[in-house]
């Protein structure tokens, strides 16, 4: 949330962005909605739930959050990104690690 708080609006407005955002925070602690998994950095402050495959060792470092996360997590998680391009590249990489990627717009 930290990090998002910068570039969205709490009040949901003006885009779709925006209202994901507030939903989130709104949500963020209804366990009904919401699983907190907590994911783990090392003492060099990298993921440990990231693969340790070296052709992901050029991947987004913001992005390896959510590839930590969907490894941490005890269920059939699926990463959904619209726009960002360089999941695309690294799809393979990431699907031989496990990694479920949904790429809304290709």
């Not at 709490?10 to 962005?17: K, T, V």
């Not at 990231?50 to 913001?62: E, G, R």
């Amino acid at each position: 949330m930290d990090e998002y708080q910068r570039h969205c609006n709490y009040s949901g407005q003006p885009g779709a962005g925006d209202l994901f955002f507030k939903t989130l925070h709104d949500h963020e602690y209804d366990i009904k909605k919401c699983n907190l998994i907590n994911i783990q950095k090392n003492n060099k402050g990298e993921y440990i739930d990231f693969p340790q495959d070296s052709n992901l060792a050029t991947f987004d470092l913001s992005d390896r959050k959510f590839v930590a996360l969907s490894r941490a997590c005890d269920c059939d998680a699926v990463i959904r990104n619209s726009v960002d391009s360089d999941w695309l590249q690294f799809a393979d990489a990431l699907k031989r690690n496990g990694i479920a990627i949904d790429n809304l717009c290709n």
